[in-house]
Nanobody
Framework: QAQLVESGGGLVQPGGSLTLSCAASGFAFSTYAMSWYREAPGKERELVAYISRPGTSTHYLDDVKGRFTISRDNDKDMVFLQMNSLKSTDTAVYYC?????????WGQGIQVTVSS
């Protein structure tokens, strides 16, 4: 059974940093592209960052470019999101996503709150 479990969220002050982790199990992790999405209150879920299967290609939401970095470890079946210079507008539930040509999986989501 495929499973994605996020960790590392919490409360941080503006300008601070957090690293989200997502542990995958139950599917062939290295054959899936991985992404982080977020959903803020009253807003639609949006794609924040994407990384290709081998980890050689990444894409970011314009608002997070230069502040967030996505990475993956195909030996440990994990994906990460390093978030720096956090703003209040980054407050949201963050979701890990795995996708290939035929299927996709979601994590349960983890709260990130940026507030003083």
């Amino acid at each position: 059974q495929a499973q994605l479990v996020e960790s590392g969220g919490g409360l941080v002050q503006p300008g601070g940093s957090l690293t989200l982790s997502c542990a995958a199990s139950g599917f062939a992790f290295s054959t899936y592209a991985m992404s982080w999405y977020r959903e803020a209150p009253g807003k639609e879920r949006e794609l924040v960052a994407y990384i290709s299967r081998p980890g050689t290609s990444t894409h970011y939401l314009d608002d997070v470019k230069g502040r967030f970095t996505i990475s993956r470890d195909n030996d440990k079946d994990m994906v990460f999101l390093q978030m720096n210079s956090l703003k209040s507008t980054d407050t949201a539930v963050y979701y890990c996503n795995a996708a290939d040509y035929a299927s996709f999986y979601w994590g349960q989501g983890i709260q990130v709150t940026v507030s003083s």
